[in-house]
């Protein structure tokens, strides 16, 4: 079974200033959102292999997405996450189903490497209501610059019957760190924690 998309959606967001002083280069953060018809709403299912075979779909095919809003090389991504906001007539499971299983290693691949484990969050929810998609670096998950977020939402998704899946991708961490710990630098990627 292959996603059945009503709606794509790709924003990028740049910081040039924080508290009024200059970020440069600015922080960029890119989303790409896909509004899909649950095929499971209403009913129970067992068997959820095919949302598993779509999460892989929507991993390559949003993970792509995001670095070409960003206009950079694969290997120039630095964090990376995931969510998906089921509507009324789905279960939390649905998005358990595209978001783990088989969406992390297309979405790697769009981003070369990626030895951490992406951070992700599910909810329910209807039309126009934010989903915060969690990001963490993507080779180092003890990188604390990298530890972000991006906020997104359609105004007519998710229908009742429709998951809202995303996927954030930055080419920076958060403007002006300054919390310690291991910097990117310092990150060797490779057991997904420094």
């Not at 910081?15 to 095929?39: C, L, S």
């Not at 990188?143 to 995303?166: K, T, Y």
């Not at 910097?183 to 060797?188: F, L, N, W, Y």
Request: net charge negative; glycine share 10%.
């Amino acid at each position: 079974m292959r996603a059945d998309i009503r709606k794509l959606m790709v924003v990028v967001d740049e910081i040039h200033q924080e508290m009024g002083r200059p970020i440069d280069p600015p922080t960029r953060r890119a989303a790409a959102v896909a509004v899909i018809r649950n095929p499971f709403a209403g009913r129970y299912e067992e068997d959820l292999t095919p949302l598993m075979d779509i999460g892989a779909e929507l991993g390559a095919l949003l993970g792509h997405r995001c670095v070409e809003a960003l206009g950079i090389r694969p290997d120039q991504a630095e964090s990376y996450g995931k969510a998906a906001l089921v509507g009324e007539n789905g279960e939390l499971e649905h998005a358990a189903a595209l978001l783990h299983p088989k969406m992390g290693a297309p979405l790697r691949k769009e981003v070369e490497k990626g030895a951490a484990l992406v951070p992700s969050s599910k909810k329910r929810g209807g039309p126009g209501q934010v989903l915060d998609i969690p990001l963490g670096h993507k080779d180092a998950a003890y990188v604390r610059s990298h530890f972000d977020g991006m906020e997104v939402s359609i105004n007519d998704a998710p229908r009742a019957d429709e998951i809202l899946v995303a996927i954030a991708v930055t080419d920076s961490g958060r403007p002006l760190p300054r919390v310690g710990g291991l910097t990117k630098d310092e990150a060797k990627g490779e057991d997904g924690l420094r």
